[in-house]
């Protein structure tokens, strides 16, 4: 009897061990830190709970929810929003740190200030237009070989792209100007290479505040611009609708680095990388580094989804014909 009562316990412990230690891992209950751009963000419950507002976090948790992870049952996530400068994204990446989460998504300039922190929380980049090798973020794409992982936004070919679609709807537009925030130098670099071989040319407007964003659309119609284009970031983002409307003020046709925060605003054009699918498919990232994985051997990835946005209503505003080449070509024709 004590042979067989001893079998049973070893036989018992055999079946429930495994079987344990599957409840104990399929119980795991997670925290997700996420930090996006302020703009767009009315009020903190827009980032908040199992469907926010937020279009960003929304497109974050729906990648979850594919993978099969259920909000509130396998984890939570610990929204919040920063301004353009580091010292909130680097305060908000110190804060989730002390909170023990198991990974950070954040995307755009707040990725500067969560590199400052210097936490060793796990970090999945949903992109940002900077080389993230060049800036430190990592050692390479292939092997980024710390605490960062996720896509970039960067993609040389992008900014001659730009140039040549708003010189397909302004075709006489042989001066343009650029309407760009600090630390995007190797964006304007790509510009001024694909104005000089679209024989263009171009004009840096550099702002550091909302207040200089009037000046500078007054500068480029001092300097006869017929077009513009505004490279996203920051600031820009933020004031979204202030650069819009001094493009509808100057009737300066121009060109937008996302769709995002400017076409719902009224904007021309946009042809970018599609944001929404790169929140998409950092759920990829979360979930593998969940299971176990390094970000230091998860690769970098690279846009592959792009779309190009019409605002046909804009167009009529500003007296232009889209060509009808275009417009068949077009992700999304807003009329």
């Known amino acids: 009897m004590r042979r067989i009562g001893l079998a049973v316990v070893i036989a018992l412990s055999l079946f429930l061990g495994p079987l344990a230690e599957a409840q104990s891992q399929a119980g795991k209950f997670y925290q997700i830190g996420v930090i996006v751009p302020a703009a ?6 827009d980032l908040a709970g199992p469907n926010p507002r937020d279009q960003r976090v929304a497109a974050l948790l729906r990648g979850l929810h594919d993978l099969g992870y259920a909000y509130g049952k396998d984890f939570v996530t610990e929204p919040r929003s920063a301004e353009a400068g580091t010292e909130r994204s680097r305060a908000i990446a110190t804060e989730l740190a002390k909170l023990k989460v ?4 954040v995307g755009g300039p707040a990725l500067l200030g969560v590199k400052q922190a210097r936490i060793a929380t796990p970090v999945v980049m949903s992109g940002w237009g900077i080389d993230p090798v060049r800036s430190g973020f990592v050692t390479s794409l292939a092997h980024p070989g710390g605490n960062f992982t ?16 708003l010189t397909e709807i302004v075709p006489s537009a042989l001066r343009v100007a650029v309407l760009r925030v600090p630390n995007t130098d190797s964006e304007w670099k790509e510009v001024q290479d694909a104005a000089q071989l679209l024989k ?12 200089e964003i009037e000046g500078a659309f007054r500068t480029a119609r001092e300097w006869r611009a017929s077009a513009l284009i505004v490279l996203a970031g920051g600031l820009l983002d933020q ?27 009224g904007g021309l054009i946009s ?16 979930d593998k580094i969940l299971k176990g994985a390094k970000p230091a051997d998860l690769p970098v ?3 592959t989804k792009f779309e190009l946005v019409i605002n046909l209503k804009t167009a009529k505003a500003l007296g232009l014909t889209i060509p009808q080449t275009l417009l068949l070509r077009a992700d999304q024709v807003i009329e």
Do not use: N, W
């Open 271 to 286: 042809y970018g990388v599609d944001i929404l699918d790169t929140y998409r498919r950092a759920a990829y990232y979360v």
């Open 200 to 211: 263009r040319e171009v004009l840096s407007l550099q702002v550091r505040s909302a207040g």
């Open 301 to 303: 990835e690279q846009p």
């Open 102 to 105: 198991d990974v950070i998504v």
């Open 150 to 165: 996720g896509m970039t936004f960067q993609s040389l070919e992008l900014d001659r792209k730009r140039l040549q679609l």
């Open 239 to 265: 004031e979204a609708r202030r650069v819009v409307e001094q493009a509808s003020t100057h009737r300066l046709p121009t060109m937008y680095t996302f769709r995002y925060f400017y076409m719902e605003q």
């Open 40 to 45: 767009g963000v009315t009020a903190s419950s």
